[in-house]
């Protein structure tokens, strides 16, 4: 760590992550209000040894992410929880979670028609209605009690995701084991490249497959496009891409539609209101992202000597934005605390802001819309299982949602019978 | 947070080059904004667009995470 850059703040500096007591399942930190309040850029000590700003409010999360000249992405996104996620590591090649401008700008379109287009969610929406009801029918011929988490999100999350891109589902134990530890708290990069190296080699063929025989998948689209381009990506580059979509693409997905389910069913009047008006299931997406999204938290890097809000902070010095705290802002939204599935307009952060906002959004706006479409009309009795203050939540992962959902129904109707 | 629709007629531009393709605009106004199909760059379908589509396309602005969007 480069002392110059991470300046000592003292013995009463706040830790993160702030507790997280089992009355507030849904988060954020109790203590966030207050921070918002009386210190909206509070000098914290992360779980991985830096020290940053811990940032609040919506208006100051919103300028820094907005911002990537004052602000960069350089450090890494995520190096307040992941120890192995060395801040002053070179950029990798493929790493462009860590670029900013037009490297950055290289890689995110070329990825962007293939997870952002209306036409390609058009595309993509019957193939996850199918893994929807598929799943949910073999739920329903096994019994009536499920594990939605493991039993239900994340599979159908995987296998979107892999179809997406072009990788069968029998092989999604080499992303799995991946994200397990890239997401975990790994301390070495050692680790992480151990359990990369297998998933990257799989890939390294398939790129070579696609670009031999194309198919109908994202991987072949790129490669089609890139090659069309001015600079074409690399094979090296080509693993990257995919590695990028398919490590992160799908527990954090498979998390809020997990976590989602649980803020609904514990919230029985939106419930009932999304139910007497499907219409409503868009706007209840977008709050159950603002509700429970951006929960780690993401970190920026000062370029120069700059404010936020008001607030000194010097060159090279961490920023932590606390995404989730700043959508319960008073000053950004009415009654932040309320969950309302019909809230307009919801302007909010959940998925970041800035050129480095979530971009596999559309998708997974697209995965939780038809999930929440086919819970309402084809299991209506779906309910859990358990007392809520009995779900588990997850712990060693910076992924934050419950461990397991345990849900129970009555009957799950035919796939075909619209509501 | 959004202005709202109403008032005038607005007038819209887009700064292409620093357009990351998260297909926002089109997602909240889709009959204003499209994506172009070979990078999903914003393309604008209707530069003085109809009074009903106003206030969405103050969403748009105010939601594209990469601050293309000049609404007047």
Not at chain 1, 19 to 27: A, K, L, M, S, V
Not at chain 1, 310 to 339: K, N, S, W
Request: hydrophobic share 40%; glycine share 10%; charged share 25%.
């Amino acid at each position: 760590m480069d002392a110059s850059t991470d300046r000592p703040g003292g013995p009463d500096l706040l830790d993160l992550p702030l507790p997280q007591p089992r009355e507030c399942p849904f988060g954020p930190p109790p203590e966030m209000a207050g921070l918002r309040e009386r210190t909206p850029v509070v000098r914290v000590k992360c779980p991985t040894g830096i020290t940053a700003w811990l940032v609040t409010r919506y208006d100051d999360v919103r300028d820094v992410l907005g911002d990537a000249g004052r602000f960069s992405s350089r450090a890494g996104q995520a190096i307040h929880l992941m120890a192995h996620a060395d801040p002053d590591r070179p950029v990798g090649d493929v790493e462009f979670s860590r670029m900013d401008g037009a490297d950055y700008q290289r890689f995110r379109r070329i990825i962007g028609p293939e997870v952002s287009t209306a036409q390609r969610m058009a595309e993509l929406r019957p193939m996850v209605q199918d893994l929807v009801d598929e799943r949910l029918d073999a739920l329903a011929a096994a019994g009536q009690a499920a594990d939605f988490y493991g039993d239900f999100a994340v599979p159908v999350t995987t296998a979107a995701i892999g179809g997406l891109v072009g990788v069968p589902y029998e092989d999604r134990e080499l992303f799995h084991n991946a994200a397990a530890v890239m997401f975990s708290g790994a301390t070495s990069q050692a680790d992480v490249l151990k359990v990369m190296r297998p998933l990257h080699e799989y890939l390294y063929k398939l790129v070579v497959t696609r670009r031999a025989e194309p198919a109908d998948d994202s991987l072949s689209r790129i490669i089609a496009r890139s090659e069309a381009g001015e600079r074409p990506f690399t094979d090296v580059e080509l693993v990257g891409i995919c590695a990028a979509l398919l490590v992160p693409g799908f527990d954090t997905t498979a998390t809020v539609m997990a976590h989602g389910l649980l803020t609904l069913l514990a919230h029985p009047a939106e419930l009932a209101r999304l139910r007497a008006d499907p219409s409503l299931i868009p706007s209840a997406v977008e709050e159950i992202v603002r509700f429970l999204g951006g929960a780690p938290g993401i970190v920026r890097q000062a370029t120069r000597d700059t404010e936020i809000g008001g607030h000194p902070v010097a060159e090279g010095d961490y920023v932590v934005l606390a995404m989730q705290a700043a959508d319960r802002d008073t000053g950004a939204f009415p009654d932040p605390d309320r969950l309302d599935v019909g809230r307009r307009p919801n302007n909010h952060l959940g998925f970041g802001y800035g050129t480095h906002q979530c971009f596999g959004q559309q998708t997974a706006r697209l995965e939780l819309t038809v999930t929440l479409e086919t819970l309402l009309r084809r299991v209506p009795s779906l309910r859990l299982a358990v007392p809520l203050d009995d779900v588990p939540f997850k712990t060693g992962s910076i992924v934050y949602g419950p461990a397991e959902v345990p849900v129970t129904w009555d009957a799950v109707l035919p796939a075909g019978k619209a509501g | 947070m959004t202005g709202g629709g109403g008032g005038g007629p607005v007038r819209i531009g887009v700064d292409v080059d620093k357009c990351v393709a998260s297909g926002m605009c089109a997602f909240v106004a889709p009959g204003v904004f499209g994506q172009r199909e070979e990078d999903g760059v914003v393309v604008v379908l209707h530069r003085d667009p109809p009074e009903d589509q106003h206030e969405a396309v103050h969403e748009a602005a105010v939601r594209c995470p990469a601050q293309v969007i000049d609404v007047e």
